[in-house]
């Protein structure tokens, strides 16, 4: 259950509607999910976030799907369901095959238990690494 109410189009200040009229523009939709609907509270918030999100996965030197995995990734490492099932939903969109989805699967597994130990015995950086 959300924590604050989720704004429909009609509740929205004009500076909150502008926002959602770009995410609709930008993702030639005109469907808005509930993180951005509970963040149209504060549409400062709402813009900037929206305006980072913009930069970070737009175009760039990494491709779209990979970056879709990558928060994939970091989301199901931060326990945040929402993220992992949006995002999850955007690189099947982008191509992410379910070969694909069982392989990042493994590889945060991995990550997570190499991490965890790596940690646990504080093992020291390879001086080779840090170069």
């Avoid at 400062?44 to 990558?70: H, N, S």
């Avoid at 690189?91 to 991490?115: D, F």
């Amino acid at each position: 259950m959300a924590t604050v109410k989720l704004l429909s189009d009609d509740e929205l200040s004009a500076d909150a509607k502008a926002v959602f009229d770009d995410i609709r523009a930008v993702r030639g939709t005109d469907f808005i999910n509930n993180f951005w609907r509970a963040l149209a509270h504060d549409p400062a918030l709402l813009k900037a976030t929206w305006d980072r999100l913009k930069a970070v996965m737009g175009p760039g030197a990494l491709d779209p799907l990979v970056k879709e995995m990558l928060y994939v990734a970091v989301s199901a490492t931060n326990g945040c369901a929402y993220c992992a099932h949006s995002h999850t939903a955007s690189a099947r969109a982008k191509g992410m095959t379910p070969e694909m989805y069982g392989e990042l699967l493994a590889v945060i597994g991995m990550a997570n238990q190499t991490n965890a130990l790596a940690n646990a015995m504080q093992v020291p950086v390879d001086d080779l690494f840090k170069e």
